[in-house]
């Protein structure tokens, strides 16, 4: 199978790869896998006072399409806020790296993984997930 | 439950005979029958693998398709739908993990495998096989054979140590699909090493 330019560019230069202190109060891990094709995916998040998500840092395990997903992932939630960074779906990671059928599974382990990552985040700073939305709404007005 | 009998010679058969006891006519296939039930064996993890090659075997033999060749096509396509489910039974139930997920999924009705079941999020497996892809990763960049022999046995110890804990979880009637799941899971991760392993190594050969 033939892996899309995308992939191939994410694949061999991974953006963002790396860790951040699990402990720091500003940053959220998401640890997702996929037993099935035995991929491991970290994503963190450093989110600064405003909300906003200033930068990211991936590690994966797994095939072409994992990692460039998680690539691609780390670069597009840099500068959204939490609830922003939670609207990201597989559909959008899929068509952008132009995966076929069979790897799609690839780009929901991505959508999964920032999505656990701004629950860490969320959980570290009292709060669920849930709870975020409905805060951020009652503080805008 | 309904008596069964042999449309060529009257004989009674047990639901999910492949050929009648009695005249060794082939009988319907039936697509509701359990993988274990076409091989004539008790739905258990405990099994016998010689036993279990033994019956698919002979069920092969005796469904070669030479066997049909004038036969009508009605009972050409039996023969195939039966050969096709009892090379899946023999396959799934003789590897240990497949077998595994196989009964898991009678009793919760879902695979803990398959990429349908979707991404898990259990931390300390998780944390754990990242720390082994980076263990072998080290490895190979240094190419320390000692290190990687090493390696390999520990986890094979570990996929013995799960298959136990899986073959005792589905002894008993109830044993709590979470940890089944989980142990499931890190066998099938430990494979996947295993293979990354093998790869890594062979690589060396031809770098």
Known sequence: ?????????????????????????????????????????????????????EDARFKTYGCGSAIASSSLVTEWVKGKTLD???TIKNSQIAEELELPPVKIHCSVLAEDAIKAAVQDYLQKHGGAAENHSVAAEAASH | MAVLHCSQCGAE??????????????????????????LGLGESYDLDGTDLRTRAVELQRRLHPDRFAQAPASLQRRSLEWSTRINEAAAVLGDPLRRAD????????????????G??????????????????????????QAALDALRRQIAEDEQRLQQQVAQNLAVVEGGNEALAGALQEWQYLRKLRAELDRSEESWDFA
């Open chain 1, 1 to 53: 199978m033939a892996y899309s330019e995308k992939v191939i560019d994410h694949y061999e230069n991974p953006r963002n790869v790396g860790s951040f202190d699990k402990g720091d109060e500003s940053v959220g891990t998401g640890m997702v896998g996929a037993p099935a094709c035995g991929d491991v995916m970290r994503l963190q998040i450093r989110v600064n006072e405003q909300g906003i998500i």
């Open chain 2, 102 to 117: 196989y009964l898991f999924a009678r009793r919760y009705g879902r695979s803990a495998l398959s990429e349908a079941q």
């Open chain 1, 84 to 86: 922003e960074a939670m």
């Open chain 2, 119 to 144: 991404s898990i999020r259990d931390p300390e497996l998780l944390m754990r096989q990242m720390e082994l892809r980076e263990q072998l990763e080290a490895i190979s960049e240094a190419r320390d």
């Open chain 2, 13 to 38: 058969y047990a639901p999910c005979s492949v050929l009648c006891p009695a005249c060794g006519a082939l009988l319907p296939f039936d697509p509701s029958c359990s993988l274990f039930a076409v």
